[in-house]
């Protein structure tokens, strides 16, 4: 029974690049969360995704970020032109559809980006 | 909107000690969810444990359990007998359901746990 699977689990990218951040949820799971977390930080909400629908991205930055999850496939949290802010862990999370106590989200072991 | 306060930075307890983690947060909601999440140096996050509002009996998970005191907006973590694997970051976190749906977790800043040998 595989947890939610994030890959790469490192990447390095330099300033004007593009990263692309893979998500595989858990198995019955069909929702999916993004979260980033500072150095001594907590994490923060991104968004909130569904198959083929975002239903809350009221955590994504307005520009350059942007998320998917496709009918087939992984979700893919997108950065384009990235810059030294963005380096952070990103971890996602995945959760039954929320009917009775199905809530519960389970994370990834995250994905580290390191813009340099 | 949501906060949730950890009011610990970092706590230091010898191994087979009991030890409590404080958290407190912020809402107008009647119905919602709270937990709490370790995360060891591997930088995993685990669910420790979980509790809804809406039941005054509070949760436990074999050596962890809460003490959810709703009307002050309190949920604290108490770790008894604590061992050398228990050293981790511990956030509380929250999420509210208006019942149509989940929502995203608001985390406090974390509590960072020493389990001294």
């Known amino acids: 029974n595989a947890g939610v699977m994030q890959n790469p689990r490192h990447l390095v990218r330099r300033r004007g690049q593009e990263a692309r951040l893979r998500c595989s949820p858990m198995k019955g799971h069909s929702h999916v969360y993004w979260y980033r977390q500072l150095p001594e930080e907590g994490l923060k909400f991104m968004v909130y995704l569904q198959k083929e629908n975002i239903i809350d991205e009221s955590g994504m930055p307005k520009e350059r970020f942007s998320a998917e999850f496709p009918k087939e496939g992984p979700s893919i949290l997108r950065i384009q032109q990235v810059v030294r802010g963005d380096s952070a862990a990103y971890f996602c999370a995945s959760s039954r559809p929320p009917l009775g106590n199905q809530e519960t989200q389970y994370f990834g072991p995250g994905t580290r980006l390191l813009v340099l | 909107a949501q906060t949730v306060t950890q009011s610990q930075p970092e706590m230091s307890v010898q191994e087979a000690e009991t030890v409590t983690l404080s958290c407190t947060y912020d809402?107008?909601?009647?119905?919602?969810?709270l937990f709490w999440y370790k995360q060891p140096p591997s930088r995993q996050m685990i669910l420790v444990i979980r509790q809804e509002a809406y039941k005054q009996q509070n949760a436990t998970e074999n050596r962890f359990s809460v003490n959810f005191q709703k009307a002050a907006k309190s949920f604290s973590l108490k770790i008894s007998d604590s061992q050398l694997g228990d050293t981790a970051m511990y956030f509380c976190?929250?999420?509210?359901?208006?019942?149509?749906?989940?929502?995203?977790?608001?985390f406090g800043k974390g509590t960072h746990l020493i389990i001294q040998p």
């Open positions: 976190a929250f999420m509210k359901h208006d019942g149509g749906g989940a929502d995203g977790l608001t």
């Open positions: 809402t107008s909601e009647s119905n919602y969810y």
